[in-house]
């Protein structure tokens, strides 16, 4: 279903003029983040929430009723695609992979880049290198 969803949806934000920065849909909420270099607005949001409805309606990829939320991603934004990991380059990430990769699934630190769709941390010093397809979460971890 989330593929399904992006299908339809990327289009349509990306032609309003903002970024589809992550999807998630569960039960009946789906819920989009979106963002823009100058930041998202409520009326930012409004506008998409209005667009993407009237794009679903037409799609109907979803039997039934369900909610819609459109927000912007916050600071411990995902990342999902290479060019999310490689414009956060130097920030702080969480990333958490499907398959143990030396032994470990999780990584906390600072990203480096990506390079052959692998994504690279550095953790304690340490450089990693992980396959782009095998990381199933990842999200910005600013410090404070």
Do not use: W
């Amino acid at each position: 279903m989330r593929e399904t969803l992006l299908r339809i949806i990327e289009p349509a934000v990306n032609g309003l003029g903002y970024e589809l920065v992550d999807l998630e849909f569960q039960g009946k909420l789906l819920r989009l983040y979106i963002d823009q270099p100058q930041g998202v607005t409520l009326d930012d949001c409004e506008q998409v929430s209005r667009q993407i409805s009237a794009v679903l309606d037409v799609a109907d990829p979803i039997p039934g009723a369900y909610t819609l939320e459109v927000s912007s991603p916050g600071l411990d934004r995902p990342l999902r695609k290479p060019a999310d990991f490689s414009a956060q380059a130097g920030k702080r990430a969480r990333i958490e992979l499907t398959l143990p990769l030396n032994g470990r699934r999780r990584f906390a630190g600072t990203l480096r880049g990506v390079e052959h769709d692998e994504v690279l941390i550095e953790v304690d010093g340490a450089m990693f290198r992980l396959p782009c397809t095998q990381i199933a979460k990842a999200r910005l971890a600013p410090e404070f």
